[in-house]
């Protein structure tokens, strides 16, 4: 049996990403992105663009769009549970949404769409630094793209 293994370093030379950001929560969001940022910057990603969206809802629709010139897209906000049910279903709808565009398109959609049920929570995956969420999200973005070119080019 031949086997190949494909391992891929954090190398985003020659990738496009396309971060977008949910203006709900901004606080969170802005930490996500900086952390999103700061990752392709370290992986020496070629381009990045940045899209504001109003909400987690609308993430899903503009990942698509920017899948059609971008090797991966990075969603980004925090949907933080309030006194009523709604927060559960605004999250099952973003995270559904995000993957039928990676599945549809081919294109890596990471998620650095923050589900939590206080507020501090989301603070504190929001800092600067190695737990930040979105720089997370941005390395899996940037990994899966890389792999996906790896796989094309045989």
């Known amino acids: 049996m031949?086997?190949?293994?494909?391992?891929?370093?954090l190398d985003g030379s020659g990738l496009r990403v396309g971060l977008v950001a949910a203006e709900f929560n901004r606080s969170i969001a802005d930490g996500l992105l900086d952390g999103a940022i700061k990752a392709c910057e370290?992986?020496?990603?070629?381009?990045t663009t940045v899209v504001r969206v109003g909400?987690?809802?609308?993430?899903?629709?503009?990942?698509?769009?920017?899948?059609?010139?971008h090797d991966a897209v990075v969603a980004i906000g925090a949907v933080i549970e309030g006194d009523t049910?709604?927060?559960?279903?605004?999250a099952a709808e973003a995270f559904s949404g995000l993957g039928r565009v990676a599945t549809d398109t081919g294109v890596p959609v990471a998620s650095a769409v923050l589900t939590v049920t206080e507020f501090g929570q989301?603070?504190?995956r929001a800092l600067a630094g190695p737990a930040n969420k979105g720089y997370e999200a941005a390395h899996a973005a940037i990994t899966a793209a890389r792999a996906i070119r790896s796989i094309r080019n045989g």
């Open 2 to 9: 031949k086997r190949t293994d494909i391992l891929i370093e």
């Open 42 to 47: 370290d992986a020496g990603v070629d381009s």
């Open 55 to 69: 909400g987690a809802l609308e993430l899903a629709v503009v990942a698509k769009h920017l899948s059609v010139d």
């Open 85 to 90: 049910d709604h927060y559960r279903f605004v």
């Open 122 to 124: 989301a603070q504190e």
